[in-house]
Every structure is written in C-alpha cells, then in structure tokens.
C-alpha cells in the first residue's frame, strides 16, 4: 500500500473513531437502556415506554478502566479500585450519581447456588472504595461487575472482574420473606425485544405494597447460569399500571441475550430490602 492510501485509510478510521464516540449515549440509563425516556410518578422513575435493557459484557467492550477486587482474610470486607489507562484511580469527586448512588457493585457466586447481592462501595480518600461482603457470599469465588457514571463525561463505565475466596463458610441461606409467583416473558427468542412481567406476594400470600429503592420501584439484574463471566444486564421496571396491586407485577423490558439459562434477581423494598430469583430460558 503506497503512503498516500495509508495516509487515507488512517484518517478514515479515526474520523470513524470520532463519531462512534460522539455517538456513545452521554448517561447510565441511555447506555444500558435503548431509547432512554424516563417516567416520574411520585418521585419513583419509570422506563420509558419504548425503552428497554441491554445485556452487556463489560470485557468484550473493553472500557477505559480496570476492576480490581480484594477481600480481607476473614472475607468480611472489600476493597475495589477503578483504575483508569493512565493507571490512576477513580476518586469520589470524579464519579457522578446514577440511580441515587455513585458505585453500583454487583457480587455474584461462581458457580453453586449463584447466589447475589447488589452492594455501593464507599469512597475513601486514597482512591479506593470499601463495602462488607454479606455473609452468604463469604468463602466463595465471586464475579464482580461495576457501573458507574464518568462525573466529567457523564458516560458510563462498565467494569468487570474474578474475585478469589479467601476463608471457607459455611452460612446458611436466608429465606425469603416475599415470594415470585410467576414471570411471563412475551418473547423467548434470542436477540428479540421482551417484556418480563414478574408477579410478586407478600409474606405467607399477603398484600405486598413496593417502595423506592435507589429511585426506581425495584431493580432487576440477569445474569447467564450456563457461562461464566458471560455479563448482565441491569434493568428498572417500565409503568404498566400493576405496581400497587395486592400482588404487584413489576414488567422490566430487554433485548433478549443469546439462548440458554438465565438468573433474574429482583432489587426490592417493602420496608426492608430483599433479593429474589428466578430463571429465565432464551430460546434460538
């Protein structure tokens, strides 16, 4: 190739370059959900109508920042850093608030029972970010994914990394208060859009009344129960009318991942905040 068609061919990807970046969505919501246009009711945000999530694998599209994930001995407290190309870390000041919170860190067991929690780091002054491991993950090698919001750029960063035990556990699963009676999904088919309604009840089948958490009226995460490391897509219902039912029904819409088995945890707060799961199976 002679230097004037090198010289074309590099101007060319990097004008590609430049308007592939200007065309990144400029918040959270518009990053993980298409078509972002949200509805308050309340003060508690809806997804827009024609909104919906995305499933993400935060290593495939190789973000600006690194995940680093370290437990104490006793595997009661973590440290993570966001480590930016320059190798500097993610201060406090340089992170803006996204659904109420700065950091949004999701802990997930390999393998087993799979078992979840959606946590927020605190800053502190050396770059770091600090959170207790609940007492069901302790003991377990875990899948961490972080998002947050560049407070600069507003643009969100996704995250990912393998978190090795340290000491063995043996703490009992805490049963549910709240139960799922039923998830109906209206598409099953691999790369198509769906909308998943989740019915809920109360303790032993009484009314459920939902409040906010984290400014929405649950959140909900997927992750793959077949691949490891495969990503997850973070999702807050869409209004439909069936919130403040007895037996509320929250409906969350995705494009649906490749097929296979998936893990839905819902985010909740009836007073008290709670986890759920159930499963979820794309189709090709």
Known sequence: MNPFRQTLLITMLAAAGFFALRALPDTQCAFLHNDHQPVVVDGVEFCGVNEEANFYSPKLLQFPVELKVTLAEDGTKGELRLRKEDGHPYHDHEVAVSHTQKLHLHLRQSGGARAYAHLHPRPAEDGSWRFDVPAYLRGHDLEAYADFADGRTTRIMLAQAEVIKTTASNFPVVPTRNAILSMEAS???ADTSA???VKLSGPEGKP???????????HAVLF??????????HMHPSLEGG?????????????LPPPG?????????????????TTLVVTP
């Open 187 to 189: 598409s099953t088919q």
């Open 195 to 197: 909308t998943l309604r």
């Open 208 to 218: 459920l009344k939902l409040q906010p958490i984290m400014g929405a009226l649950g």
């Open 224 to 233: 793959s129960a077949d691949r490891r490391l495969a990503g997850y897509a």
């Open 243 to 255: 919130e403040y039912a007895p037996n509320p029904t929250l409906s969350f819409r995705l494009r």
């Open 261 to 277: 088995r998936y893990d839905v945890w819902l985010n909740l707060n009836d007073g008290q905040e709670e986890l759920l799961r």
